[in-house]
């Protein structure tokens, strides 16, 4: 029978020395992240990347193979600069690996692995709750609060290309949102739903957390952005393991999005979108 990633319980954290090393496996290989896209130290990023793949082949088999995924999305991301590029070479560069980084993990985890660890879940055959819709209004609430200060004050916008007119605008808008999608797609539908295979929620949740951190500051979340997106990549995660629904974390992520998308054609544009109330200096 073919193990999914509902159906396969992780064992439990054991405090002896084979979870140690599990553990310790899996943290090289996110880790590694850090030093790929955060500090952006190539090809000593490579190093942990490799080291706890190999670590994993010998303590844990199953766990090998799904790092193993995990190790070649980041292989791939890692093969284009993720600083923000609105040029036609910039965003053919973004589409190429960025699916690549989706299309092979998912592959692989099918036509190899023989598991469905890996899957987009669509239809849930449950409507959104009550409190459900009230988050996504929270969460419309809060970027409409804190991005323009951190944006604007913080001169993270200025991490984006210069938006000179309405091409570029036009063309922020579809990054910013296929960016947004991918995110949901890989580090919560690949690299979370994998890691879930072997480790506890929490753990599994850190660990991803992780990659999407350091991802996110390569493309442009800089200075004190982790303060926003450590808890938003940590959250986004439970909500997926809590709902099991890939519109819900899309819709939570692209309304956060469209904030985002505002901020910075206002910061570039201050006569356009102007709505916000928490810009510095107004």
């Not at 064992?11 to 090393?21: N, S």
């Not at 609105?86 to 023989?114: C, D, E, H, I, Q």
């Not at 206002?266 to 107004?282: C, K, Y």
Request: proline share 5%.
């Amino acid at each position: 029978m073919t193990a999914t990633a509902e159906s396969r319980v992780p064992p439990p954290l054991l405090g002896d020395g084979r979870t140690a090393l599990r553990v310790a496996s899996a943290l090289l290989v996110c880790g590694a992240a850090v030093l790929l896209f955060a500090v952006h130290v190539r090809p000593l990023g490579y190093v942990p990347l490799i080291a706890g793949v190999a670590l994993a082949f010998a303590v844990d088999r199953a766990l090998a193979k799904d790092l193993t995924l995990i190790a070649i999305g980041q292989l791939i991301i890692s093969a284009i600069s993720l600083e923000a590029d609105l040029s036609n070479s910039g965003m053919l560069g973004f589409t190429l690996a960025l699916g690549g980084a989706v299309l092979v993990p998912w592959a692989l985890a099918r036509y190899w692995l023989k598991h469905d660890a890996v899957k987009f879940p669509m239809f849930t055959g449950r409507r959104w709750s009550r409190a459900q819709w009230i988050y996504l209004g929270v969460v419309i609430l809060l970027g409409y609060l804190i991005l323009p200060f951190y944006f604007i004050g913080s001169g993270a916008y200025l991490n984006w290309p210069e938006i000179t007119g309405t091409n570029e605008i036009a063309r922020l808008f579809v990054g910013v949102n296929a960016v947004g999608i991918w995110d949901e797609l890989f580090f919560i539908c690949t690299v979370f739903a994998l890691l879930m295979r072997h480790f506890p929620m929490w753990l599994a949740n850190v660990l991803q957390a992780m990659v999407f951190v350091s991802f996110l500051w390569e493309l442009g979340y800089r200075e004190w952005g982790p303060l926003l997106t450590i808890p938003f990549a940590l959250i986004q995660a439970w909500i997926f393991s809590r709902f099991k629904s890939l519109p819900y974390v899309l819709a939570v992520h692209l309304l956060f999005d469209a904030v985002v998308f505002a901020v910075l054609v206002h910061a570039h544009h201050p006569e356009l979108f102007d709505i916000f109330v928490t810009v510095p200096g107004q």
